[in-house]
Structure formats: C-alpha cells, structure tokens
C-alpha cells in the first residue's frame, strides 16, 4: 500500500500516547498500537487535506478555499483532538486568516499533496497553496514542500540516497544521526525543531516499521513526528497491512470513509 495516506494516520496514532517529554519512550522496543492510542489533530488535519484536493481536482485556483473550508468543517468536529492554541483559534474563525506559524503543523497535514502531485512543479505549487492559509512563514513553506517532495520522488522510485541529497541541497542540510540527539532531543514544535529529526529517522530507516520506530525513539512532539515519517514512508516501502489495518480500527466511521474516499479516487489518478 503505497499511495494511500494510512502511513502517515498510522505513524499519528502509534506516536500518539508517546507525545510530549513526560510520555516519550526513547527506545524502539515498544508495542505499536495501545489502547490509549488515537488520532490526532495531525490525521484530522491530513484527512481535511486530502477532501479539499478531491473537491478543487485540477483547479489549483480553488484549493486555497477548499482546504479552509475542509479543515474548518472537519476540525470543528473533533475539538479535542490536539489542536494548539492559535490554530484552534484558526479552526473556529469566522474567517480565518494566516498568522504567521511557524508549526510543524504544516508539514504533518501536507503528506496529501505528495500523493496527488503529477509533477515536482505540481508539488510546489500545491503544497505552498494549502501551507499559507494558515503557516505563511518562509519555514513552514520550506518544511511542507520538503515533505511532500520526498514523498512525490519515494513514489516516482527514487532510492533512498537521491532523496536525501535532494533534501540536502534543497530544503535542510541535516548534520546529525539519531543516535546523536537521541538522549539530548525533547519537544520542539517548530518546523526547523521537528522536521529535519523527521527525515534523519526516515533515512536511517529499512522499512515501515522501522521508520516509525526510529521517529518515537528520539522523542519529540512523537505524534507529528512519527505521521510525517510516516507519509514518507509509506511512499517508499508501502505499509504493511496489518498495520493499515489496525489504524483504521482506531479511525470512527466518518474518518474511514474520508479515508476510503481518498484511497478510491487516487487510485484512479
């Protein structure tokens, strides 16, 4: 499973009882689903993300409005599901507007766009679209594309070196193994705080499962950590099935059938 957005809601859910310095585990051995997991603000947000490209389709023109539409509707409907404070406050604007985050927020929902994009253009474009109407901080533009480009070039079979040097030359030069800022690493929502962390753990990685792992063991903001590897990772490897499956039992039957509708239509894509 290869093109379908379960990676990164599944990375969300097994990180999600990990999250913040007091739950984070620092290690790889641990069970991957919990009773205490969930999904988070981070697949609410991906599952908005994927509605609003199905609805505006090959109008970029209308994707802006759409994905403010798609993140409002669906996030007013899990309240409590992690947002932070301003962007809570965004959710539930009477019109939203940009503020200027910096949040890893924008690169967790944008995992959508790397699965859609037909081209490296296309990646841009788009994911610089559905990042500013609410992340409109040169960091937060920088952090999304980088996600959703190492997805668009996991897709198009690019091996695991090329995607790292691209990452390097484009978007961060990394400079650190996890071993390195494992036992020092805490939570650090901002993007240049949370994704570079996130790539290191994906390129340190050999599968799936292993990718998730290396994301929870250093710690962090694990939730969104875990679902931006997880996104990537799922481009690169597939996800296992049993671990599709086990996600979306935690998914209610709305989340799994936005889910559903995604994976249906990118099918056809």
């Not at 641990?30 to 603000?41: K, S, V």
């Not at 802006?64 to 409907?77: K, L, P, T, Y």
């Not at 965004?90 to 985050?101: G, R």
């Not at 996991?154 to 030359?169: C, L, P, S, T, W």
Request: negative net charge; proline residues 4%.
């Amino acid at each position: 499973m290869k093109r379908t957005i379960i990676g990164a809601i599944a990375g969300d859910i097994i990180g999600s009882r990990f999250e913040f310095d007091r739950h984070n585990i620092k290690r790889k051995d641990f069970r991957l689903f919990a009773p205490r997991c969930a999904p988070t603000d981070d697949s609410v947000m991906t599952l908005a993300v994927a509605q609003a490209l199905l609805e505006s389709g090959d109008r970029p023109e209308a994707l802006g409005a759409c994905a403010v539409r798609w993140m409002q509707r669906i996030g007013r409907s899990y309240p409590g599901c992690g947002f932070g404070g301003r962007f809570y406050d965004w959710i539930f604007a009477p019109n939203p507007a940009p503020y200027q985050s910096w949040g890893n927020g924008a690169a967790m929902r944008i995992s959508p766009v790397g699965f859609y994009a037909r081209t490296e253009e296309e990646v841009k474009a788009l994911s610089r679209i559905v990042t500013a109407v609410s992340h409109d901080h040169p960091e937060s533009f920088n952090a999304a594309e980088a996600v959703a480009m190492a997805i668009f070039l996991a897709r198009q079979g690019a091996h695991m070196e090329a995607i790292r040097a691209r990452i390097e030359r484009d978007y961060y030069r990394i400079g650190f193994t996890l071993d390195e800022i494992r036992r020092s690493y805490h939570f650090d929502v901002s993007c240049r705080g949370s994704v570079p962390q996130a790539l290191e753990a994906f390129f340190e990685s050999t599968d799936y499962e292993d990718a998730i792992r290396n994301a929870i063991s250093i710690g962090g903001d694990s939730d969104t950590i875990a679902a931006i590897i997880g996104g990537i990772a799922a481009a690169y490897y597939g996800v296992p099935r049993d671990v599709a499956d086990a996600a979306r039992g935690f998914l209610d039957e709305r989340q799994r059938d936005m889910l559903d509708r995604w994976d249906e239509f990118i099918r056809a894509r």
